[in-house]
């Protein structure tokens, strides 16, 4: 059973920036894709961004393309993702999700493994 730990979310004022960590436990964790989702109140899971397994493949929701990026240490069975330029429609709790494959998706459904998530709140 592969357990994810999220770190790193808080407050922070508009324009300012954040980067969320997430441990695995497995040592096959070189072998998950990962992806980013957040959810803000009374709304659905959305997709953030995900990487595959090698670190070679990185896909981004359109809103938040060119202000947050994903990263991988495997050395570390860690997840990152930094986050700039941050908006208040960026607010949410963010979940670090793994994947039982080397293809990257953004579809929540195709993922196996969940966080229990990260608040993040950004005031205007």
């Known amino acids: 059973q592969v357990q994810l730990v999220e770190s790193g979310g808080g407050l922070v004022q508009a324009g300012g920036s954040l980067r969320l960590s997430c441990a695995a436990s497995t040592l096959t964790f070189s072998s998950y894709a990962m992806g980013w989702f957040r959810q803000a109140p009374g709304k659905e899971r959305e997709f953030v961004a995900a990487?595959?397994?090698?670190?070679?493949?990185?896909h981004y929701a359109d809103s938040v393309k060119g202000r947050f990026t994903i990263s991988r240490d495997v050395a570390k069975n860690t997840v990152n993702l930094q986050m700039n330029s941050l908006k208040p429609e960026d607010t949410g709790v963010y979940y670090c999700a793994g994947r039982r494959s080397t293809v990257v998706v953004d579809a929540p459904l195709q993922y196996n493994y969940w966080g229990q998530g990260t608040q993040v709140t950004v005031s205007s």
């Open positions: 990487i595959s397994w090698s670190g070679g493949s990185t």
